[in-house]
């Protein structure tokens, strides 16, 4: 005596399985659509005048000739070099351009809420991008906590 099944197409409830594709394409599938790669938007800056002054001074403090100067000048004066606020309040940014009459916390306040985050981003990005023999050396302002 045989016994047959039902094709599981006939069974109430069932969900038909599409045999066409292997296992392992569907998983290399599912990881390609898993590991898209990240872009950060675009935003506009509000006031670029502002922000581009600010963001050439920041650029001067981590050119390779002056950055040991700042990170002792950070030191010095005792806070965390991503702080960014702390290094406006202590008019850091000014010793590095000694341009007269630039304010760089002043610059920074005039800018709204949107461009204050944009410059903050991009001091972290410069100060992440210090050689790593110097960053060893002021390992201490690098710190976390």
């Given at each position: 005596?045989?016994e047959?099944?039902p094709s599981?197409?006939l ?7 599409s045999r066409?594709?292997s296992?392992?394409?569907?998983r290399?599938?599912r990881?390609q659509r898993?590991?898209?790669s ?10 670029a005048q502002?922000?581009?002054?600010l963001?050439?001074?920041?650029e001067?403090?981590?050119l ?12 010095r ?5 991503r702080?960014?606020d ?25 800018l709204?809420?949107?461009?204050q985050?944009?410059m ?6 410069k100060l992440e991008g210090?050689?790593?023999a110097?960053r060893?050396k002021f390992?201490k ?5």
């Amino acid at each position: 005596m045989v016994e047959s099944q039902p094709s599981k197409l006939l069974v109430a409830g069932s969900i038909p399985v599409s045999r066409s594709r292997s296992l392992t394409f569907v998983r290399r599938e599912r990881i390609q659509r898993m590991t898209v790669s990240f872009r950060q938007a675009a935003i506009k800056v509000e006031k670029a005048q502002e922000f581009a002054r600010l963001q050439a001074a920041v650029e001067q403090a981590f050119l390779p000739e002056k950055t040991e100067r700042f990170l002792k000048q950070v030191d010095r004066k005792g806070i965390r070099i991503r702080a960014f606020d702390a290094v406006l309040t202590e008019c850091l940014l000014e010793g590095v351009v000694g341009e007269a009459g630039f304010n760089a916390r002043q610059l920074y306040e005039s800018l709204p809420v949107s461009d204050q985050a944009q410059m903050r981003e991009f001091y972290l990005s410069k100060l992440e991008g210090v050689d790593v023999a110097l960053r060893h050396k002021f390992k201490k302002l690098y710190q976390y906590y």
